[in-house]
């Protein structure tokens, strides 16, 4: 019997993990694969800000430091956008899960490995049923943490989940001529529809990657390398690296607890709307939940009237970032290509690059996306007064 199971070893997972061994619990981390870190398909970017925020000093995990990002619309020249500093590091993400994960363990963590969770039922206590090498066993636990990732089945045995809506990704590690401190994004809905393709620097080679809505996201990284003007000349997309699929989650898709049960990283859609990054909103809604948790335990309460604290600290923090960061992406799904390179240009102009600068923050957009808003008329005027009404009209949708 364990005071928290958590299921799933990703990054998040460890992390709490770790956060609830040190406060004296007894904690069991449950993982479907042999070796912490793989599978894996990440692009690995992390704000400097935000690792700085949750006390994670920059190990030997780091492979590039990156100062700036080039975005490609879909017709016409790219804009760049650096403001001297480095803003964000790219990460070896299977060696910064596994120093996540020894440190759990050596906070006193138990690690399951090779052991896939197949089933829960909440009572007086939560019984988790694990299948390890084709054998069944059941684990109990006092309290269920789910950090089993953008298709939880935690999720979706406890009735949290309230949309499938997914982006889906894939992303190939390979040579390629770029610069090593600025990270390429390219728009459009031919390659990357509803989302957007990535060419990284990591280390000696590049991750180059596709998000999308629609259709086969392998499909479309294919056609990214072998047709994209720009992408097919810079990188070998005939000596591709460790190919891998991924799922990105929507944020507000998902409740984050239930009786007995509480949802963490992937699994509660905690990631940024915009750009699908969750590693670092990930582990600081891990430590939300960690607090949480401790407390409940303390007074040997897991209800869902304790446990909402939880996604109560979770909004606090984050829920403007998800909100915002949903209308604006809902917004960039109604563009056409035509009005988005229009956009994309009219960054370019002074006053509206220097907001650009001014506000932007690698791990919050909300800050920024509220600062061109107020731009906005400005900045959609090159639209018309048609689609400027269509597109405000989306992004005022709930
Ligand atoms: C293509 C792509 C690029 C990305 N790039 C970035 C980026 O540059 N920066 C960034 O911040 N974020 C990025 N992300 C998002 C980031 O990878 C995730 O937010 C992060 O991995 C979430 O961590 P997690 O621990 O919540 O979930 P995961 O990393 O998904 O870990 C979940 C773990 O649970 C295990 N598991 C699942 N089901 C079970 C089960 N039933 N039983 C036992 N174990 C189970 C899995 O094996 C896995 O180890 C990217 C995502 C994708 C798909």
Same mark, same amino acid.
């Given at each position: 019997?364990?005071? =928290?199971? !958590?299921?799933?070893?990703?990054? @998040?997972? %460890?992390?709490?993990?770790?956060?609830?061994?040190?406060?004296? +619990?007894?904690?069991?981390? !449950? $993982?479907?694969?042999?070796?912490?870190? *793989?599978?894996?398909?990440?692009?690995?970017? @992390?704000?400097?800000?935000?690792?700085?925020?949750?006390?994670?000093?920059?190990?030997?995990?780091?492979?590039?430091?990156?100062?700036?990002?080039?975005?490609?619309?879909?017709?016409?020249?790219?804009?760049?956008?650096?403001?001297?500093?480095?803003?964000?590091? #790219?990460?070896?993400?299977?060696?910064?899960?596994?120093?996540?994960?020894?440190?759990?363990?050596?906070?006193?963590?138990?690690?399951?490995?090779?052991?896939? %969770? @197949?089933?829960?039922?909440?009572?007086?206590?939560?019984?988790?049923?694990?299948?390890?090498?084709?054998?069944?066993?059941?684990?109990?636990?006092?309290?269920?943490?789910?950090?089993?990732?953008?298709?939880?089945?935690?999720?979706?045995?406890?009735?949290?989940?309230?949309?499938?809506?997914?982006?889906?990704?894939?992303?190939?590690?390979?040579?390629?001529?770029?610069?090593? $401190?600025?990270?390429? @994004?390219?728009?459009?809905?031919?390659?990357?529809?509803?989302?957007?393709?990535?060419?990284?620097?990591?280390?000696?080679?590049?991750? #180059?990657?596709?998000?999308?809505?629609?259709?086969?996201?392998?499909?479309?990284?294919?056609?990214?390398?072998?047709? *994209?003007?720009? =992408?097919? $000349?810079?990188?070998?997309?005939?000596?591709? +690296?460790?190919?891998?699929?991924?799922?990105?989650?929507?944020? +507000?898709?998902?409740?984050?607890?239930?009786?007995?049960?509480?949802? !963490?990283?992937?699994?509660?859609?905690? =990631?940024?709307? +915009?750009?699908?990054?969750?590693?670092? !909103?990930?582990?600081? %809604?891990?430590?939300?939940?960690?607090?949480?948790?401790?407390?409940?335990?303390?007074?040997?309460?897991?209800?869902?009237?304790?446990?909402?604290?939880?996604?109560?600290?979770?909004?606090?923090?984050?829920?403007?970032?998800?909100?915002?960061?949903?209308?604006?992406?809902?917004?960039?799904?109604?563009?056409?290509?035509?009005? /988005?390179?229009?956009?994309?240009?009219?960054?370019?102009?002074?006053?509206?690059?220097?907001?650009? /600068?001014?506000?932007?923050?690698?791990?919050?957009?909300?800050?920024?996306?509220?600062?061109?808003?107020?731009?906005?008329?400005?900045? /959609?005027?090159?639209?018309?007064?048609?689609?400027?009404?269509?597109?405000?009209?989306?992004?005022?949708?709930?």
């Amino acid at each position: 019997m364990y005071d =928290v199971a !958590i299921v799933g070893g990703g990054p @998040v997972g %460890c992390f709490a993990g770790k956060l609830l061994a040190e406060r004296g +619990l007894d904690v069991a981390v !449950i $993982e479907e694969h042999a070796e912490i870190g *793989h599978p894996m398909c990440c692009a690995g970017v @992390v704000g400097v800000g935000g690792l700085r925020e949750l006390g994670i000093r920059p190990g030997k995990w780091v492979l590039n430091e990156l100062r700036g990002a080039r975005l490609y619309p879909p017709s016409g020249s790219p804009v760049s956008l650096s403001r001297g500093r480095v803003e964000a590091l #790219v990460i070896d993400r299977a060696a910064f899960d596994r120093e996540l994960a020894a440190s759990a363990a050596r906070s006193g963590a138990r690690f399951l490995m090779r052991s896939r %969770c @197949v089933d829960i039922s909440v009572g007086e206590q939560v019984k988790i049923k694990v299948e390890t090498e084709g054998r069944l066993r059941e684990i109990a636990s006092r309290l269920v943490i789910g950090a089993d990732g953008p298709n939880s089945l935690v999720a979706r045995k406890v009735g949290l989940l309230r949309s499938r809506q997914l982006i889906n990704c894939a992303q190939a590690e390979a040579i390629a001529d770029i610069h090593a $401190e600025t990270a390429e @994004v390219y728009l459009g809905r031919k390659y990357a529809p509803g989302f957007f393709a990535w060419v990284v620097p990591a280390g000696e080679l590049c991750r #180059v990657g596709v998000g999308t809505v629609e259709g086969s996201a392998l499909g479309k990284l294919k056609k990214l390398l072998r047709e *994209h003007p720009v =992408v097919s $000349e810079k990188v070998d997309g005939d000596k591709l +690296l460790h190919l891998t699929a991924g799922a990105i989650p929507r944020p +507000l898709t998902r409740g984050m607890y239930a009786d007995g049960v509480m949802l !963490i990283g992937d699994a509660a859609g905690q =990631v940024k709307p +915009l750009t699908g990054g969750g590693i670092y !909103i990930g582990l600081s %809604c891990a430590k939300l939940a960690a607090d949480v948790a401790v407390e409940a335990l303390e007074e040997g309460d897991v209800s869902a009237k304790v446990l909402r604290k939880y996604e109560g600290a979770v909004r606090g923090k984050f829920g403007g970032e998800f909100e915002l960061g949903m209308r604006a992406w809902r917004l960039f799904l109604e563009l056409s290509d035509e009005d /988005l390179s229009s956009l994309l240009r009219a960054l370019e102009t002074p006053d509206v690059r220097a907001t650009l /600068l001014e506000q932007a923050d690698f791990d919050h957009h909300a800050k920024v996306i509220s600062a061109l808003a107020k731009r906005g008329p400005s900045l /959609l005027r090159s639209l018309g007064l048609r689609r400027l009404v269509r597109y405000t009209s989306h992004m005022l949708k709930k």
